[in-house]
């Protein structure tokens, strides 16, 4: 069963930055599409970056140019870098794992944008 434990959520001011970790196990991690979802209370889970197991990447317009994900395959660890934060990305941010159509989701992270 996939394992995965985000870390690095927390209080930002609006402007700041903040870089998520995600570390995976029980899994062929290379093989695997990474990502980051976010959710707030009474909203949809929106996409916010994906990247492939050849390292593509995703964006959606609302974070394009302000977020960036990567990955570490000798660490097992996807990070999702975010800049020039705004109090609307103030959400619950999961990590998720995908490959032959299946996902599997960490327990999420709090990412609070306020002064």
């Known amino acids: 069963q996939v394992q995965l434990v985000e870390s690095g959520g927390g209080l930002v001011q609006p402007g700041g930055s903040l870089r998520l970790s995600c570390a995976a196990s029980?899994?062929?991690?290379?093989?695997?599409?990474m990502g980051w979802y976010r959710q707030t209370p009474g909203k949809e889970r929106e996409l916010v970056a994906t990247?492939?197991?050849?390292?593509?990447?995703i964006y959606p317009d609302s974070v394009k140019g302000r977020a960036t994900i990567s990955r570490d395959n000798t660490k097992n660890t996807v990070y999702l870098q975010m800049n020039s934060l705004q109090p609307e990305d103030t959400a619950v941010y999961y990590c998720?794992?995908?490959?032959?159509?299946?996902?599997?989701w960490g327990q999420g992270t709090q990412v609070t944008v306020s002064s």
């Open positions: 998720y794992a995908a490959r032959l159509g299946r996902r599997s």
């Open positions: 029980r899994i062929i991690f290379s093989s695997y599409a």
């Open positions: 990247i492939t197991s050849d390292s593509t990447t």
